[in-house]
């Protein structure tokens, strides 16, 4: 079974940058996309960006980070990257990495199969 494993998350000060990392294991890594999801308390886990397979890397952006964060994949590495700049208070919440995507929306957290155990990060001031 793939497994999922984030890092990079940690506190920064509003407007600073942090690298997420989320290292996969597993065969399968570069058959499927990849995707990104936060949680934030007493709120619903929402889309922060995906990226496609391998043979495109097409990728896709919540409105509220586009242009903000970048999401990466390193198929060799077996890891998928969350850039994030330009943090906000707003931004606060672990973020979580999705695998497995089953198909459909990119945005929808039940269309990923397998899920890493979170990171948090917290934007001070």
């Known amino acids: 079974q793939e497994q999922l494993v984030e890092s990079g998350g940690g506190l920064v000060q509003a407007g600073g940058s942090l690298r997420l990392s989320c290292a996969a294991s597993?065969?399968?890594?570069?058959?499927?996309?990849m995707g990104w999801f936060r949680q934030a308390p007493g709120k619903e886990r929402e889309f922060v960006s995906a990226?496609?397979?391998?043979?495109?890397?097409?990728?896709y952006y919540a409105a509220s980070v586009k242009g903000r964060f970048t999401i990466s994949r390193d198929n060799a590495k077996n890891t998928v990257y969350l850039q994030m700049n330009s943090l906000k208070r707003e931004d606060t919440a672990v973020y979580y990495c999705?695998?497995?995507?089953?198909?459909?929306?990119?945005?929808?957290?039940?269309?990923?199969?397998?899920w890493g155990q979170g990171t948090q990060v917290t934007v001070s001031s």
């Open positions: 999705a695998g497995r995507f089953l198909g459909g929306s990119y945005s929808q957290a039940y269309n990923y199969n397998v």
């Open positions: 597993g065969h399968t890594f570069s058959n499927y996309a």
């Open positions: 990226i496609s397979w391998s043979g495109g890397d097409i990728t």
